[in-house]
Structure formats: structure tokens, C-alpha cells
């Protein structure tokens, strides 16, 4: 008897082991939830990201603290999982909004802090350790969950918070300004538009940045749809105004366009065809 009982527990120990989640195989879960492959559908895709983010929250405290690179990665897929179900999913509702964008901007924030050396420097000037920071990803993904966080608070925005936005931005273009089709230069062409002229803001800067971002990702549509709204319709600028968005709207015909840049084209597209139906583009 004795002998069964142990072997029941050996059993349930072994049962117990194969059926335990591992940090791989909820990665590996949250990747494919997360993925963007043919046939993507803007509003099929929202409980799939939502499936990936909560799956990638449950792997994280399962990292072995020594896998640096790993708790980076599902930190990084957080910050840009949370941003994306923000902008894409939860424009009805602001407070669900900010809160999303606050978790991205902590979990950026979080990998940045993985580094040693931003910890110690950020002791001294947060900025500097932005400025001396090697992750693309949490970098960008922080300067724009920043930037949208500070919509809700604008205390927080003039007393450095709007800084700290453009410094992630001009850092991450200094380490691969063709991140997410010229990611870097599109956002801080949006951050040149939206600010006041007193926080940093200028015109002709948004519009140099949208230059360079169209260059770096001439098949992302949100380069050209940002660069009509937010320079050339404050501009009155309405023959390239009209033809930017024709430009957006005619990249969209093209399959291998649109499956570049699932989730942003779908979001542009629909941008694109709602700013074209001004009478100035009839």
C-alpha cells in the first residue's frame, strides 16, 4: 500500500509538472494571439491582442530573473500591445484609454530599467538615461504612451513630461530611425503638430519629419495620412492635402502594401477615408 501511495504522489507530481504553464509556452501563446498574418481584420483582431496581452502578463513573473532578454521582449510586446489597444480599441472610452496607455508607458519603463547603467543615470537626469538607452522598442513604445498618457494630464505634460516625450523620439531615430516604417520620425512628426509652439511645437519641423518617415516607410499609410491632418489641412493646404490622402487610399489597393503593416494600414485606411470627404477634395 505503501509502496502505491508513492506511486500516486510521483504521479501527481509528474501530471502536475506537464500541465504547469511555462514562461515558453505562454510566449509562444501570446505571440501567435498577437500575431498580424493574412486576412487580418481590424475588428476580428481586438480579443486576440487582448488574449495576448493577458497572456503575456501571465508568462512575465514566470522569467527566471536572469533572462534579461526575454523579460525584455514581453515587456517591449506589452508597451506596444497596450498602446495599440488604446489607439485601435478604446477611443469610446477615456478612461479605459488612459489607463491603457499608463500600464504601456510602465511597462516601457520597466524594460528600460533592465540596464544597469539607465538605473544609475536615471538617478541623476531621467533624460540622460534616455539619452544613453539601447532599446529601440522600449523606447519608442515609452515616448508614445507617454505622449498619449499626457493627453489626461496636462500638469504632468508642461512640467517635463512633454521633454521627456521628444527625447525618447529623437533617441530611438538615432538608434533605427526605420523602426515600425519610420516609426521614430512619423512620431516626432506628430509630436512637432500637436504641441503648442511655447512646449516645442513647429510646423515646418512636423513637416520635415513626415518627409523623412515617408522615405524610411513608403508602405505605411499613417505616414501619409498624419502628414495631411496635421500639416497640410492647418495649413490650408489642400492640393497636397487631397493628394496624400489619394496616395494612402491608392497604397491600400495593393495586398502586399496593406499586409506590411496590418493593424497601422487598417487604422489609416479608415483615417484616410474619412478625411477625404471634405468638400476640398471633391
Known amino acids: 500500500m505503501k509502496y502505491l501511495a508513492v506511486l500516486a504522489l510521483v504521479c501527481t507530481i509528474a501530471i502536475s509538472a506537464v500541465a504547469a504553464p511555462t514562461d515558453r509556452g505562454l510566449i509562444a501563446a501570446a505571440d501567435a494571439a498577437f500575431a498580424r498574418g493574412p486576412g487580418f481584420s481590424l475588428a476580428a483582431y ?121 527625447a525618447a523620439f529623437e533617441r530611438a531615430i538615432a538608434l533605427d530611425a526605420r523602426y515600425l516604417g519610420g516609426g521614430p520620425w512619423r512620431a516626432l512628426g506628430s509630436f512637432f503638430a500637436k504641441v503648442p509652439g511655447f512646449l516645442g511645437g513647429s510646423r515646418d519641423q512636423a513637416r520635415a519629419a513626415f518627409a523623412h518617415a515617408i522615405t524610411l516607410g513608403p508602405n505605411f499609410l499613417e505616414n501619409y495620412v498624419d502628414a495631411a491632418e496635421y500639416v497640410y489641412k492647418p495649413d490650408k493646404d489642400w492640393t497636397n492635402f487631397c493628394a496624400t490622402l489619394h496616395t494612402a487610399i491608392n497604397l491600400s489597393k495593393d495586398p502586399t502594401a496593406m499586409a506590411a503593416w496590418p493593424l497601422y494600414n487598417a487604422l489609416a485606411l479608415n483615417r484616410a477615408k474619412a478625411l477625404i470627404t471634405t468638400e476640398q477634395c471633391k
Open 46 to 166: 481586438a480579443p486576440r491582442l487582448r488574449t495576448a496581452l493577458t497572456t503575456y502578463e501571465q508568462a512575465l513573473p514566470l522569467i527566471p530573473a536572469d533572462a534579461v532578454q526575454t523579460r525584455a521582449y514581453v515587456l517591449d510586446r506589452l508597451a506596444r500591445g497596450y498602446f495599440e489597444l488604446g489607439l485601435a480599441y478604446l477611443t469610446t472610452d477615456r478612461h479605459a484609454q488612459e489607463q491603457a496607455f499608463a500600464k504601456g508607458k510602465d511597462y516601457a519603463l520597466e524594460s528600460l530599467r533592465l540596464d544597469p547603467q539607465f538605473v544609475a543615470t536615471e538617478k541623476k537626469s531621467f533624460r540622460a538615461a534616455l539619452s544613453g538607452a539601447t532599446d529601440v522598442r522600449a523606447i519608442f513604445w515609452y515616448g508614445n504612451n507617454l505622449g498619449s498618457y499626457l493627453n489626461f494630464h496636462f500638469l504632468t505634460a508642461i512640467s517635463g513630461g512633454v521633454r521627456d516625450v521628444k
